[in-house]
């Protein structure tokens, strides 16, 4: 079945370095969407940015991300972190448009910046 | 915004109780879901629905089960609670399996 890897549990750096939270994926399916949800402390995951594009990058406050199929990549990048950018980040995969399709997450990542 | 509410927050209960948790969606969205979020394993998919009356297994149904009987209510029954079903519960809404899932605000569950 379909399935989405976080390799990093966690990932901690300063104030104001760049961003990379990686996302890989597995499905037999040709046109995968993908999503990054983002959940802060004491709060529910919500939508960060999603594509379904090959090559195309998207972005949304601050962060982007390219989906790649050649490599089945999905990583979230932001230029300079934020101490408000601390949070446990969701990749996940939906292998259709279809509405009795469901979303598969990965483990996730929590991002801790530091001043 | 899309609302999607949990009831009870919070909820003690002693093993081989039953739990109910339940939720609202006023989206109108055809699909509900249920996911516990664990440390280390992320957000699971316990059961979902693609509307009134339709329920589907998701990744971990095992020990419980799921009713949806309207568009607006869906729900997740514990028939005997266990100490490894403590964990945090959303609930969350979407149209289509490519739709953002908007989330409700969780369920601290804790059984003793």
């Known amino acids: 079945g379909d399935s989405v890897t976080q390799t990093e549990g966690l990932v901690t750096l300063t104030e104001g370095l760049p961003v990379m939270l990686n996302c890989t994926y597995q499905t037999i399916y040709s046109n995968p969407f993908l999503f990054w949800y983002v959940q802060h402390l004491n709060e529910s995951p919500r939508l960060l940015l999603k594509?379904?594009?090959?090559?195309k990058r998207t972005e949304h406050q601050g962060f982007h991300a390219t989906l790649h199929k050649s490599s089945s990549s999905f990583h979230l990048q932001k230029s300079s972190a934020q101490l408000s950018d601390s949070a446990l980040y969701y990749c996940?995969?939906?292998?259709?448009?279809?509405?009795?399709?469901?979303?598969?997450f990965g483990t996730g990542t929590r991002l801790q910046v530091l001043p | 915004e899309a609302a999607v509410t949990q009831s009870p927050r919070n909820k003690v209960a002693v093993t081989g109780g039953k739990v109910t948790l339940s939720c609202n969606q006023t989206?109108?969205?055809?699909?509900m879901y249920w996911y516990r979020q664990d440390t280390g394993h992320g957000l699971r998919l316990i059961h979902y629905s693609y509307g009134a009356g339709s329920t589907e297994k998701g990744d971990i149904p095992d020990g419980y089960k799921a009713s949806r009987p309207s568009q607006e209510n869906f729900s997740l029954i514990l028939e005997l609670a266990t100490p490894s079903q403590t964990s945090v519960y959303f609930c969350a809404s979407g149209d289509q399996g490519w739709d953002t899932q908007y989330f409700g605000p969780g369920t601290r569950l804790l059984v003793l």
């Open positions: 996940a995969l939906s292998d259709s448009p279809s509405n009795t399709n469901k979303v598969v």
């Open positions: 989206n109108n969205h055809n699909n």
């Open positions: 594509s379904f594009t090959d090559n």
